[in-house]
């Protein structure tokens, strides 16, 4: 028998660093500022097109919960395509409220993210040896019902439940790791970068294609690859997109390993069946497609998904501004904080060129339905 509650001790001892403390007179980590806004006063507002706002929005319903009504609103607005209309819904119905961090920032880090479409195959050759993982057999998820939006993994050694398998040990496994294997592929650094975004499609010689989602992952946590590259003089913050981290790799095979294994999460996947998939765009977390600049992944701790969030950045390398009222339909392992969103950009090279590129400064605004409470941990 599994001594179950010294085995989490030990997750979290080995997974989860404890939490700081809070400073005086300021709210919890897990908290977070909702400072009553008005549209009037949103960067950009009145000249802000919002029908395809209503429509992403429109998306993720019907909702349960304090964003029910707004639903049950969205869905009988006769012209979704009139802006007046789209305008006169969001305006009515809801309330802004600015997101502020719990140490009193009112900006944050905004980046993008895009779904790739790598090279592969069904099965391993002597160009695609690189596997696309399922969800391991061995991985097992513990929910704490006493700590909100917490989830351990880890897998049984003995009688002992210990921290899953990190990136280096799952590389260093290769195909002898005991998981399904959805698709086999050339390059490792696009598995890579496939992982970091969460879902993609996966080119086959034939011309068709599998569309691949998030299952699960292996409990580690996050770590940027391009600031191991600059903490180690390899690049400057100028180079550390994506497309500079994959020239780099291209230039460093013999460093290209201990460089991947800085990040030791690894996310598994799940091959999307064509019934349940959409040529729109990938499933996110809200279980809806995925709108091309309109759905935001959001820290759920902070933005209830499925809510209406007015993003106020810019659009990448550039000072021109982007102001544009989102919908909250998607999370990520390196989205953590209150002021902290990606943008989802689309399919493709083209999409991926923008989404590689997006490190902006931004502010979020969640627009919440009149007369609910602002949500808990404010």
Excluded at 23 to 46: H, I
Excluded at 110 to 123: H, K, L, N, Q, V
Aim: charged share 20%; glycine share 10%; hydrophobic share 40%.
């Amino acid at each position: 028998m599994i001594h179950i509650r010294f085995a989490l001790i030990l997750l979290l001892a080995a997974c989860a660093p404890p939490p700081p403390e809070p400073p005086a007179a300021k709210p919890a980590p897990e908290a977070a500022f909702y400072l009553e806004w008005s549209f009037e006063a949103l960067p950009g507002w009145p000249a802000t097109g919002l029908e395809q706002s209503l429509r992403a929005f429109l998306a993720g319903c019907p909702r349960p919960g304090a964003l029910e009504q707004a639903c049950n609103l969205a869905a009988a607005v006769a012209a979704p395509d009139d802006a007046q209309a789209a305008r006169q819904f969001f305006e009515s119905t809801f309330t802004p409220y600015a997101l502020i961090a719990p140490e009193g920032a009112d900006t944050g880090m905004i980046t993008g993210y895009y779904e790739p479409i790598i090279e592969g195959s069904r099965s391993a050759t002597s160009v695609h040896r690189y596997p696309v993982f399922g969800v391991p057999d061995d991985l097992i998820v513990v929910d704490l019902p006493d700590v909100r939006n917490m989830r351990l993994r880890g897998r049984v050694e003995g009688r002992r439940l210990v921290p899953y398998f990190s990136r280096s040990e799952i590389d260093s496994k290769g195909a002898r790791f005991a998981a399904p294997v959805i698709a086999w592929t050339s390059d490792p650094v696009e598995l890579f970068f496939l992982q970091i975004q969460g879902s993609g499609q996966v080119q086959l010689p034939g011309g068709q294609r599998i569309r691949i989602g998030y299952a699960d992952q292996n409990g580690h946590p996050y770590r940027s690859l391009g600031r191991y590259l600059i903490d180690r003089g390899e690049l400057v913050l100028e180079q550390a997109s994506m497309q500079g981290i994959k020239t780099w790799a291209a230039a460093n095979p013999s460093k290209l390993q201990e460089a991947l294994n800085a990040n030791p999460s690894y996310v598994f996947f799940r091959a999307v069946p064509p019934t349940e998939g959409t040529t729109e765009g990938p499933i996110g977390a809200l279980g809806v497609p995925l709108t091309p600049q309109y759905s935001l992944a959001v820290d759920r701790r902070f933005v209830p998904l499925g809510a209406p969030v007015f993003l106020s950045t810019t659009l990448p390398l550039s000072e021109e501004p982007l102001e544009r009222l989102m919908a909250a339909q998607d999370t990520g392992g390196a989205i953590r904080g209150a002021v902290r969103g990606d943008l989802y950009w689309g399919t493709g090279p083209e999409a991926g060129t923008l989404a590689g590129s997006m490190r902006q400064q931004g502010r979020m605004w969640l627009l919440w339905p009149r007369g609910e409470p602002v949500p808990a941990g404010s």
